[in-house]
């Protein structure tokens, strides 16, 4: 990988480790019930959990069929099976060794009409013909990657691409410095308040896998703009987002949540994407010039 940096290295094994550990204990027969019930599934997560939401946004599930599909950080597989179920042709990436055993055993359990390959490593050292795949996606990944690393990646898709081609991702948005310092304050799962428990928090930092880079909208549409001709951000969870620190049960968060995302829409759009917690990222028309 000579086009990367050694920091941007290092970053990939950091994240390898990481998912190393957490995808071990991923349960294949929860996924293998999830496919089974897919339009249950489908109809609660796309309109509920906002990185389904983002994913699906755009009749997505209505364009996948017969579609060669990449997905980039497939991680749990999920949403490569959700793909494949639905007649998608999927190619899984990750560099996690275990995403390729949840694969595997995807593969064996269900009865895909094509079964899911995986490529295992980072995808800028593979060799994928030009021109031959319809999308390239990524739900919550192009955040794990350093900026010059991503760069890369992103001129690697322009070349496999085909030309009516579609690249999507859904990642964070972190569009306010005030909202994102605030976010770091309250104590989510295992990470501690940055402001109340500094010491807890550096020590959680130290092992997460998220390098220090911009997550702006801005990013992303100037990532997209160097190589393709369309770029589109849909900014997500401005409302959505103060889920987390109501005091409801699960049942009533998740009715907030989908009733949230549905009302933010109505907002000035400045303000949704302020207030942002996550886009979905759509990069269409790669530029055939883009070999920068
Ligand atoms: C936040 S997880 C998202 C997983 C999954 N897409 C989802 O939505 O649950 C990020 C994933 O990206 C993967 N990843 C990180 N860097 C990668 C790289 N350079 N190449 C491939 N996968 C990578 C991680 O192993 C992990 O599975």
């Known amino acids: 990988m000579e086009e990367i940096k050694a920091e941007s290295v290092d970053n990939i094994n950091k994240n390898k ?32 959990d906002i990185s389904w939401v983002g994913m699906y946004v755009n009749n997505f599930k209505e364009t996948v069929k017969g579609k060669k599909v990449l997905e980039l950080g497939c991680g749990n597989c999920a949403n490569a099976a959700v793909l494949a179920a639905l007649g998608a042709e999927v190619i899984a990436n990750d560099i996690s060794d275990y995403s390729g055993d949840i694969i595997e055993a995807l593969n064996t ?23 031959s795949l319809d ?3 990524g739900k919550a990944f192009l955040h794990h990657l350093t900026l010059d690393h991503e760069k890369a990646v992103l001129k690697k898709i322009n070349d496999v691409l085909k030309q009516d081609g579609e690249a999507r991702f859904f990642e964070p948005a972190v569009n306010s410095k005030f909202l994102d310092e605030l976010r770091w304050t309250v104590p989510m799962n295992n990470r501690p308040s940055k402001l109340f428990n500094p010491k807890g928090f550096k020590a959680w930092e130290a092992l997460d896998p998220h390098p220090h880079r911009d997550n702006s909208s801005k990013h992303f549409r100037m990532l997209g703009e160097q190589f393709f001709n369309t770029t589109e ?6 409302l959505e987002r103060f889920y987390r620190i109501l005091p409801f049960s699960n049942k009533i968060l998740r009715k907030y949540r989908r009733v949230a995302l ?25 530029k055939s010039n883009a070999h920068v």
């Open 233 to 238: 951000i849909i900014p997500m969870g401005m």
């Open 262 to 286: 549905r009302l933010e829409k109505y907002t000035p759009k400045f303000i949704q994407f302020l207030g942002a917690r996550s886009q979905t990222i759509i990069f269409k028309s790669p």
């Open 109 to 131: 359990k269900f009865e895909f009409e094509h079964n899911i390959v995986f490529k295992k490593g980072d995808f800028v050292t593979h060799d994928i013909s030009n021109d």
């Open 17 to 48: 480790d990481f998912y190393n550990k957490k995808y071990k204990e991923v349960n294949v027969g929860g996924l293998i019930r999830t496919l089974n019930n897919l339009d249950v599934f489908l109809a609660d997560a796309t309109t509920t």
């Open 135 to 137: 999308m390239v996606i």
